[in-house]
């Protein structure tokens, strides 16, 4: 059975840091592509960053520079450090597990439940 579990969200002030953390099961961590995305009310869920196995992130434009992610094949875990967050960084975010060459449009699995990340003004 997968599992993604996320940790770390919480309520910070405008400018603060936050740092996420996933921790996956039931897959072969080390050769699937792991992303966070994350949904606001009333939004589609969007693609934050997401990284390969051998490590190469991709990033959203609204993101770049502010966030980082990374991943341990070795404990199963991927973290998206968020740094210099803003209000419209407020959202759910998800951890995603995905097979090499799937893209990064959305995939019906495999995905965590979600932590809820609020940032004040």
């Known amino acids: 059975q997968v599992q993604l579990v996320e940790s770390g969200g919480g309520l910070v002030q405008a400018g603060g840091s936050l740092r996420l953390s996933c921790a996956a099961s039931?897959?072969?961590?080390?050769?699937?592509?792991m992303a966070w995305y994350r949904q606001a009310p009333g939004k589609q869920r969007e693609l934050v960053a997401g990284?390969?196995?051998?490590?190469?992130?991709v990033y959203d434009d609204s993101v770049k520079g502010r966030f980082t992610i990374s991943r341990d094949n070795a404990k199963n875990t991927v973290t998206l450090q968020m740094n210099s967050l803003k209000p419209e960084d407020t959202a759910t975010y998800y951890c995603?597990?995905?097979?090499?060459?799937?893209?990064?449009?959305?995939?019906?699995?495999?995905w965590g439940r979600g932590t809820q990340v609020t940032v004040s003004s």
């Open positions: 039931g897959i072969s961590f080390s050769s699937y592509v």
């Open positions: 995603n597990a995905r097979p090499p060459g799937s893209g990064w449009g959305p995939i019906p699995r495999y």
């Open positions: 990284i390969v196995s051998g490590g190469r992130a």
